[in-house]
């Protein structure tokens, strides 16, 4: 699938979510699709939740 495509169908989405459901319908929309992409990534093996949790505390840097 052409990512123009997709970029049509996620701002079509964005925008039905803000018209039905005001600004928080919006916000709301916009958390769970950045959830989602996400766990699709690491659920794709190209991202590793573990380190990503680590830095986010300090345990660990990105250098």
């Known amino acids: 699938m ?3 495509v997709v ?3 996620i701002g ?3 925008a039905f979510m803000a018209f039905q459901f005001g600004l928080w319908g919006f916000v709301i929309a916009l958390l769970f699709m950045g959830i989602g992409a996400l766990l ?5 093996g190209k991202l590793d939740l573990r380190s990503v949790l ?3 505390t300090g345990r660990r840097s990105s250098s």
């Not at 699709?40 to 794709?44: F, K, L, N």
């Open 40 to 44: 699709g990534r690491a659920a794709d």
């Open 12 to 14: 079509a989405f964005v």
């Open 54 to 56: 680590d830095a986010l």
């Open 2 to 4: 052409n990512m123009t």
């Open 7 to 9: 970029g049509i169908g």
